[in-house]
């Protein structure tokens, strides 16, 4: 299992630069958990998308089942405690402490493409490169 936060989502999802990755990690662990921020993060990249006429309104409802369906079971609460010493520790928001303090509490990576949380995060997060290369 590992945390997939909303950057990972979103390249498996949107066609980009990173999907390949993101659909190589999805292929070596299928089994992704986000806290339940991931819905709105998701929803408002898909959004984003629709602004600049590049993804239909349609395909958009599409890609936001398809991510339900991937992790809707396994949407999870974190800590608040948590969140809120971590994103004051690290530096960070509170929504990409989130992602850490769920993968932390888990005990399973964070897997990201997001650069400043891969600094933050150091320990917990990994980029979707270093995930592929684990043993």
């Known amino acids: 299992m590992i945390v997939a936060d909303c950057s990972l989502l979103a390249y498996l999802l949107i066609e980009g630069e990173h999907t390949a990755r993101a659909e190589e990690v999805l292929r070596r662990d ?26 239909p309104l349609e395909e958009a409802r599409a890609k936001m089942a398809e991510a339900e369906e991937l992790l809707g079971v396994r949407s999870l609460a974190v800590n608040s405690s948590q969140v809120l010493e971590d994103a004051a520790f690290r530096k960070i928001s509170a929504y990409d402490a989130e992602y850490l303090a769920l993968a932390a509490t888990l005990h399973v990576p964070l897997v990201t493409f997001d650069h400043k949380l891969l600094a933050a995060g150091q320990g917990v997060a990994v980029s979707a490169e270093d995930f592929l290369s684990l043993p």
């Open 30 to 55: 299928p089994s992704w958990c986000a806290p339940f921020l991931w819905r709105s993060e998701f929803r408002n990249v898909l959004v984003s998308h629709i602004r600049h006429r590049s993804l």
